[in-house]
Nanobody
Framework: QVQLVESGGGLVQPGGSLRLSCVASRNIFSMYNMGWYRQAPGKQRELVAQ???????TYADSVKGRFTISRDNAKNTGYLQMNSLKPEDTAVYYCRAWNANVYDYWGQGTQVTVSS
């Protein structure tokens, strides 16, 4: 079993930045795909960014050019750098790690609120 723990959320003004972190309890990011998702109140969970093994990152159209996904395998940590934040980015952000088999892990989420 693997635990994912997100951190770095909080309250930020429009135009500000936050960096989310996702720490895994085991060294999995070198072997698993990684993604960040978000869920706003009353809306379905949506994919924000993903970093599949051997591939370049992909992003939702709404965050392209503003968000950057990355990982540090040595630290068992994934990141989501969020710049130029907008009120519509307000949501709970979740980290996910999965592989081609049955393993699919999610974190508990971290709240991001963009408001003046």
């Amino acid at each position: 079993q693997v635990q994912l723990v997100e951190s770095g959320g909080g309250l930020v003004q429009p135009g500000g930045s936050l960096r989310l972190s996702c720490v895994a309890s085991r060294n999995i990011f070198s072997m698993y795909n990684m993604g960040w998702y978000r869920q706003a109140p009353g809306k379905q969970r949506e994919l924000v960014a993903q970093l599949r093994l051997g591939s370049t990152p992909t992003y939702a159209d709404s965050v392209k050019g503003r968000f950057t996904i990355s990982r540090d395998n040595a630290k068992n940590t994934g990141y989501l750098q969020m710049n130029s934040l907008k009120p519509e980015d307000t949501a709970v952000y979740y980290c996910r790690a999965w592989n081609a088999n049955v393993y699919d892990y999610w974190g508990q989420g971290t709240q991001v609120t963009v408001s003046s």
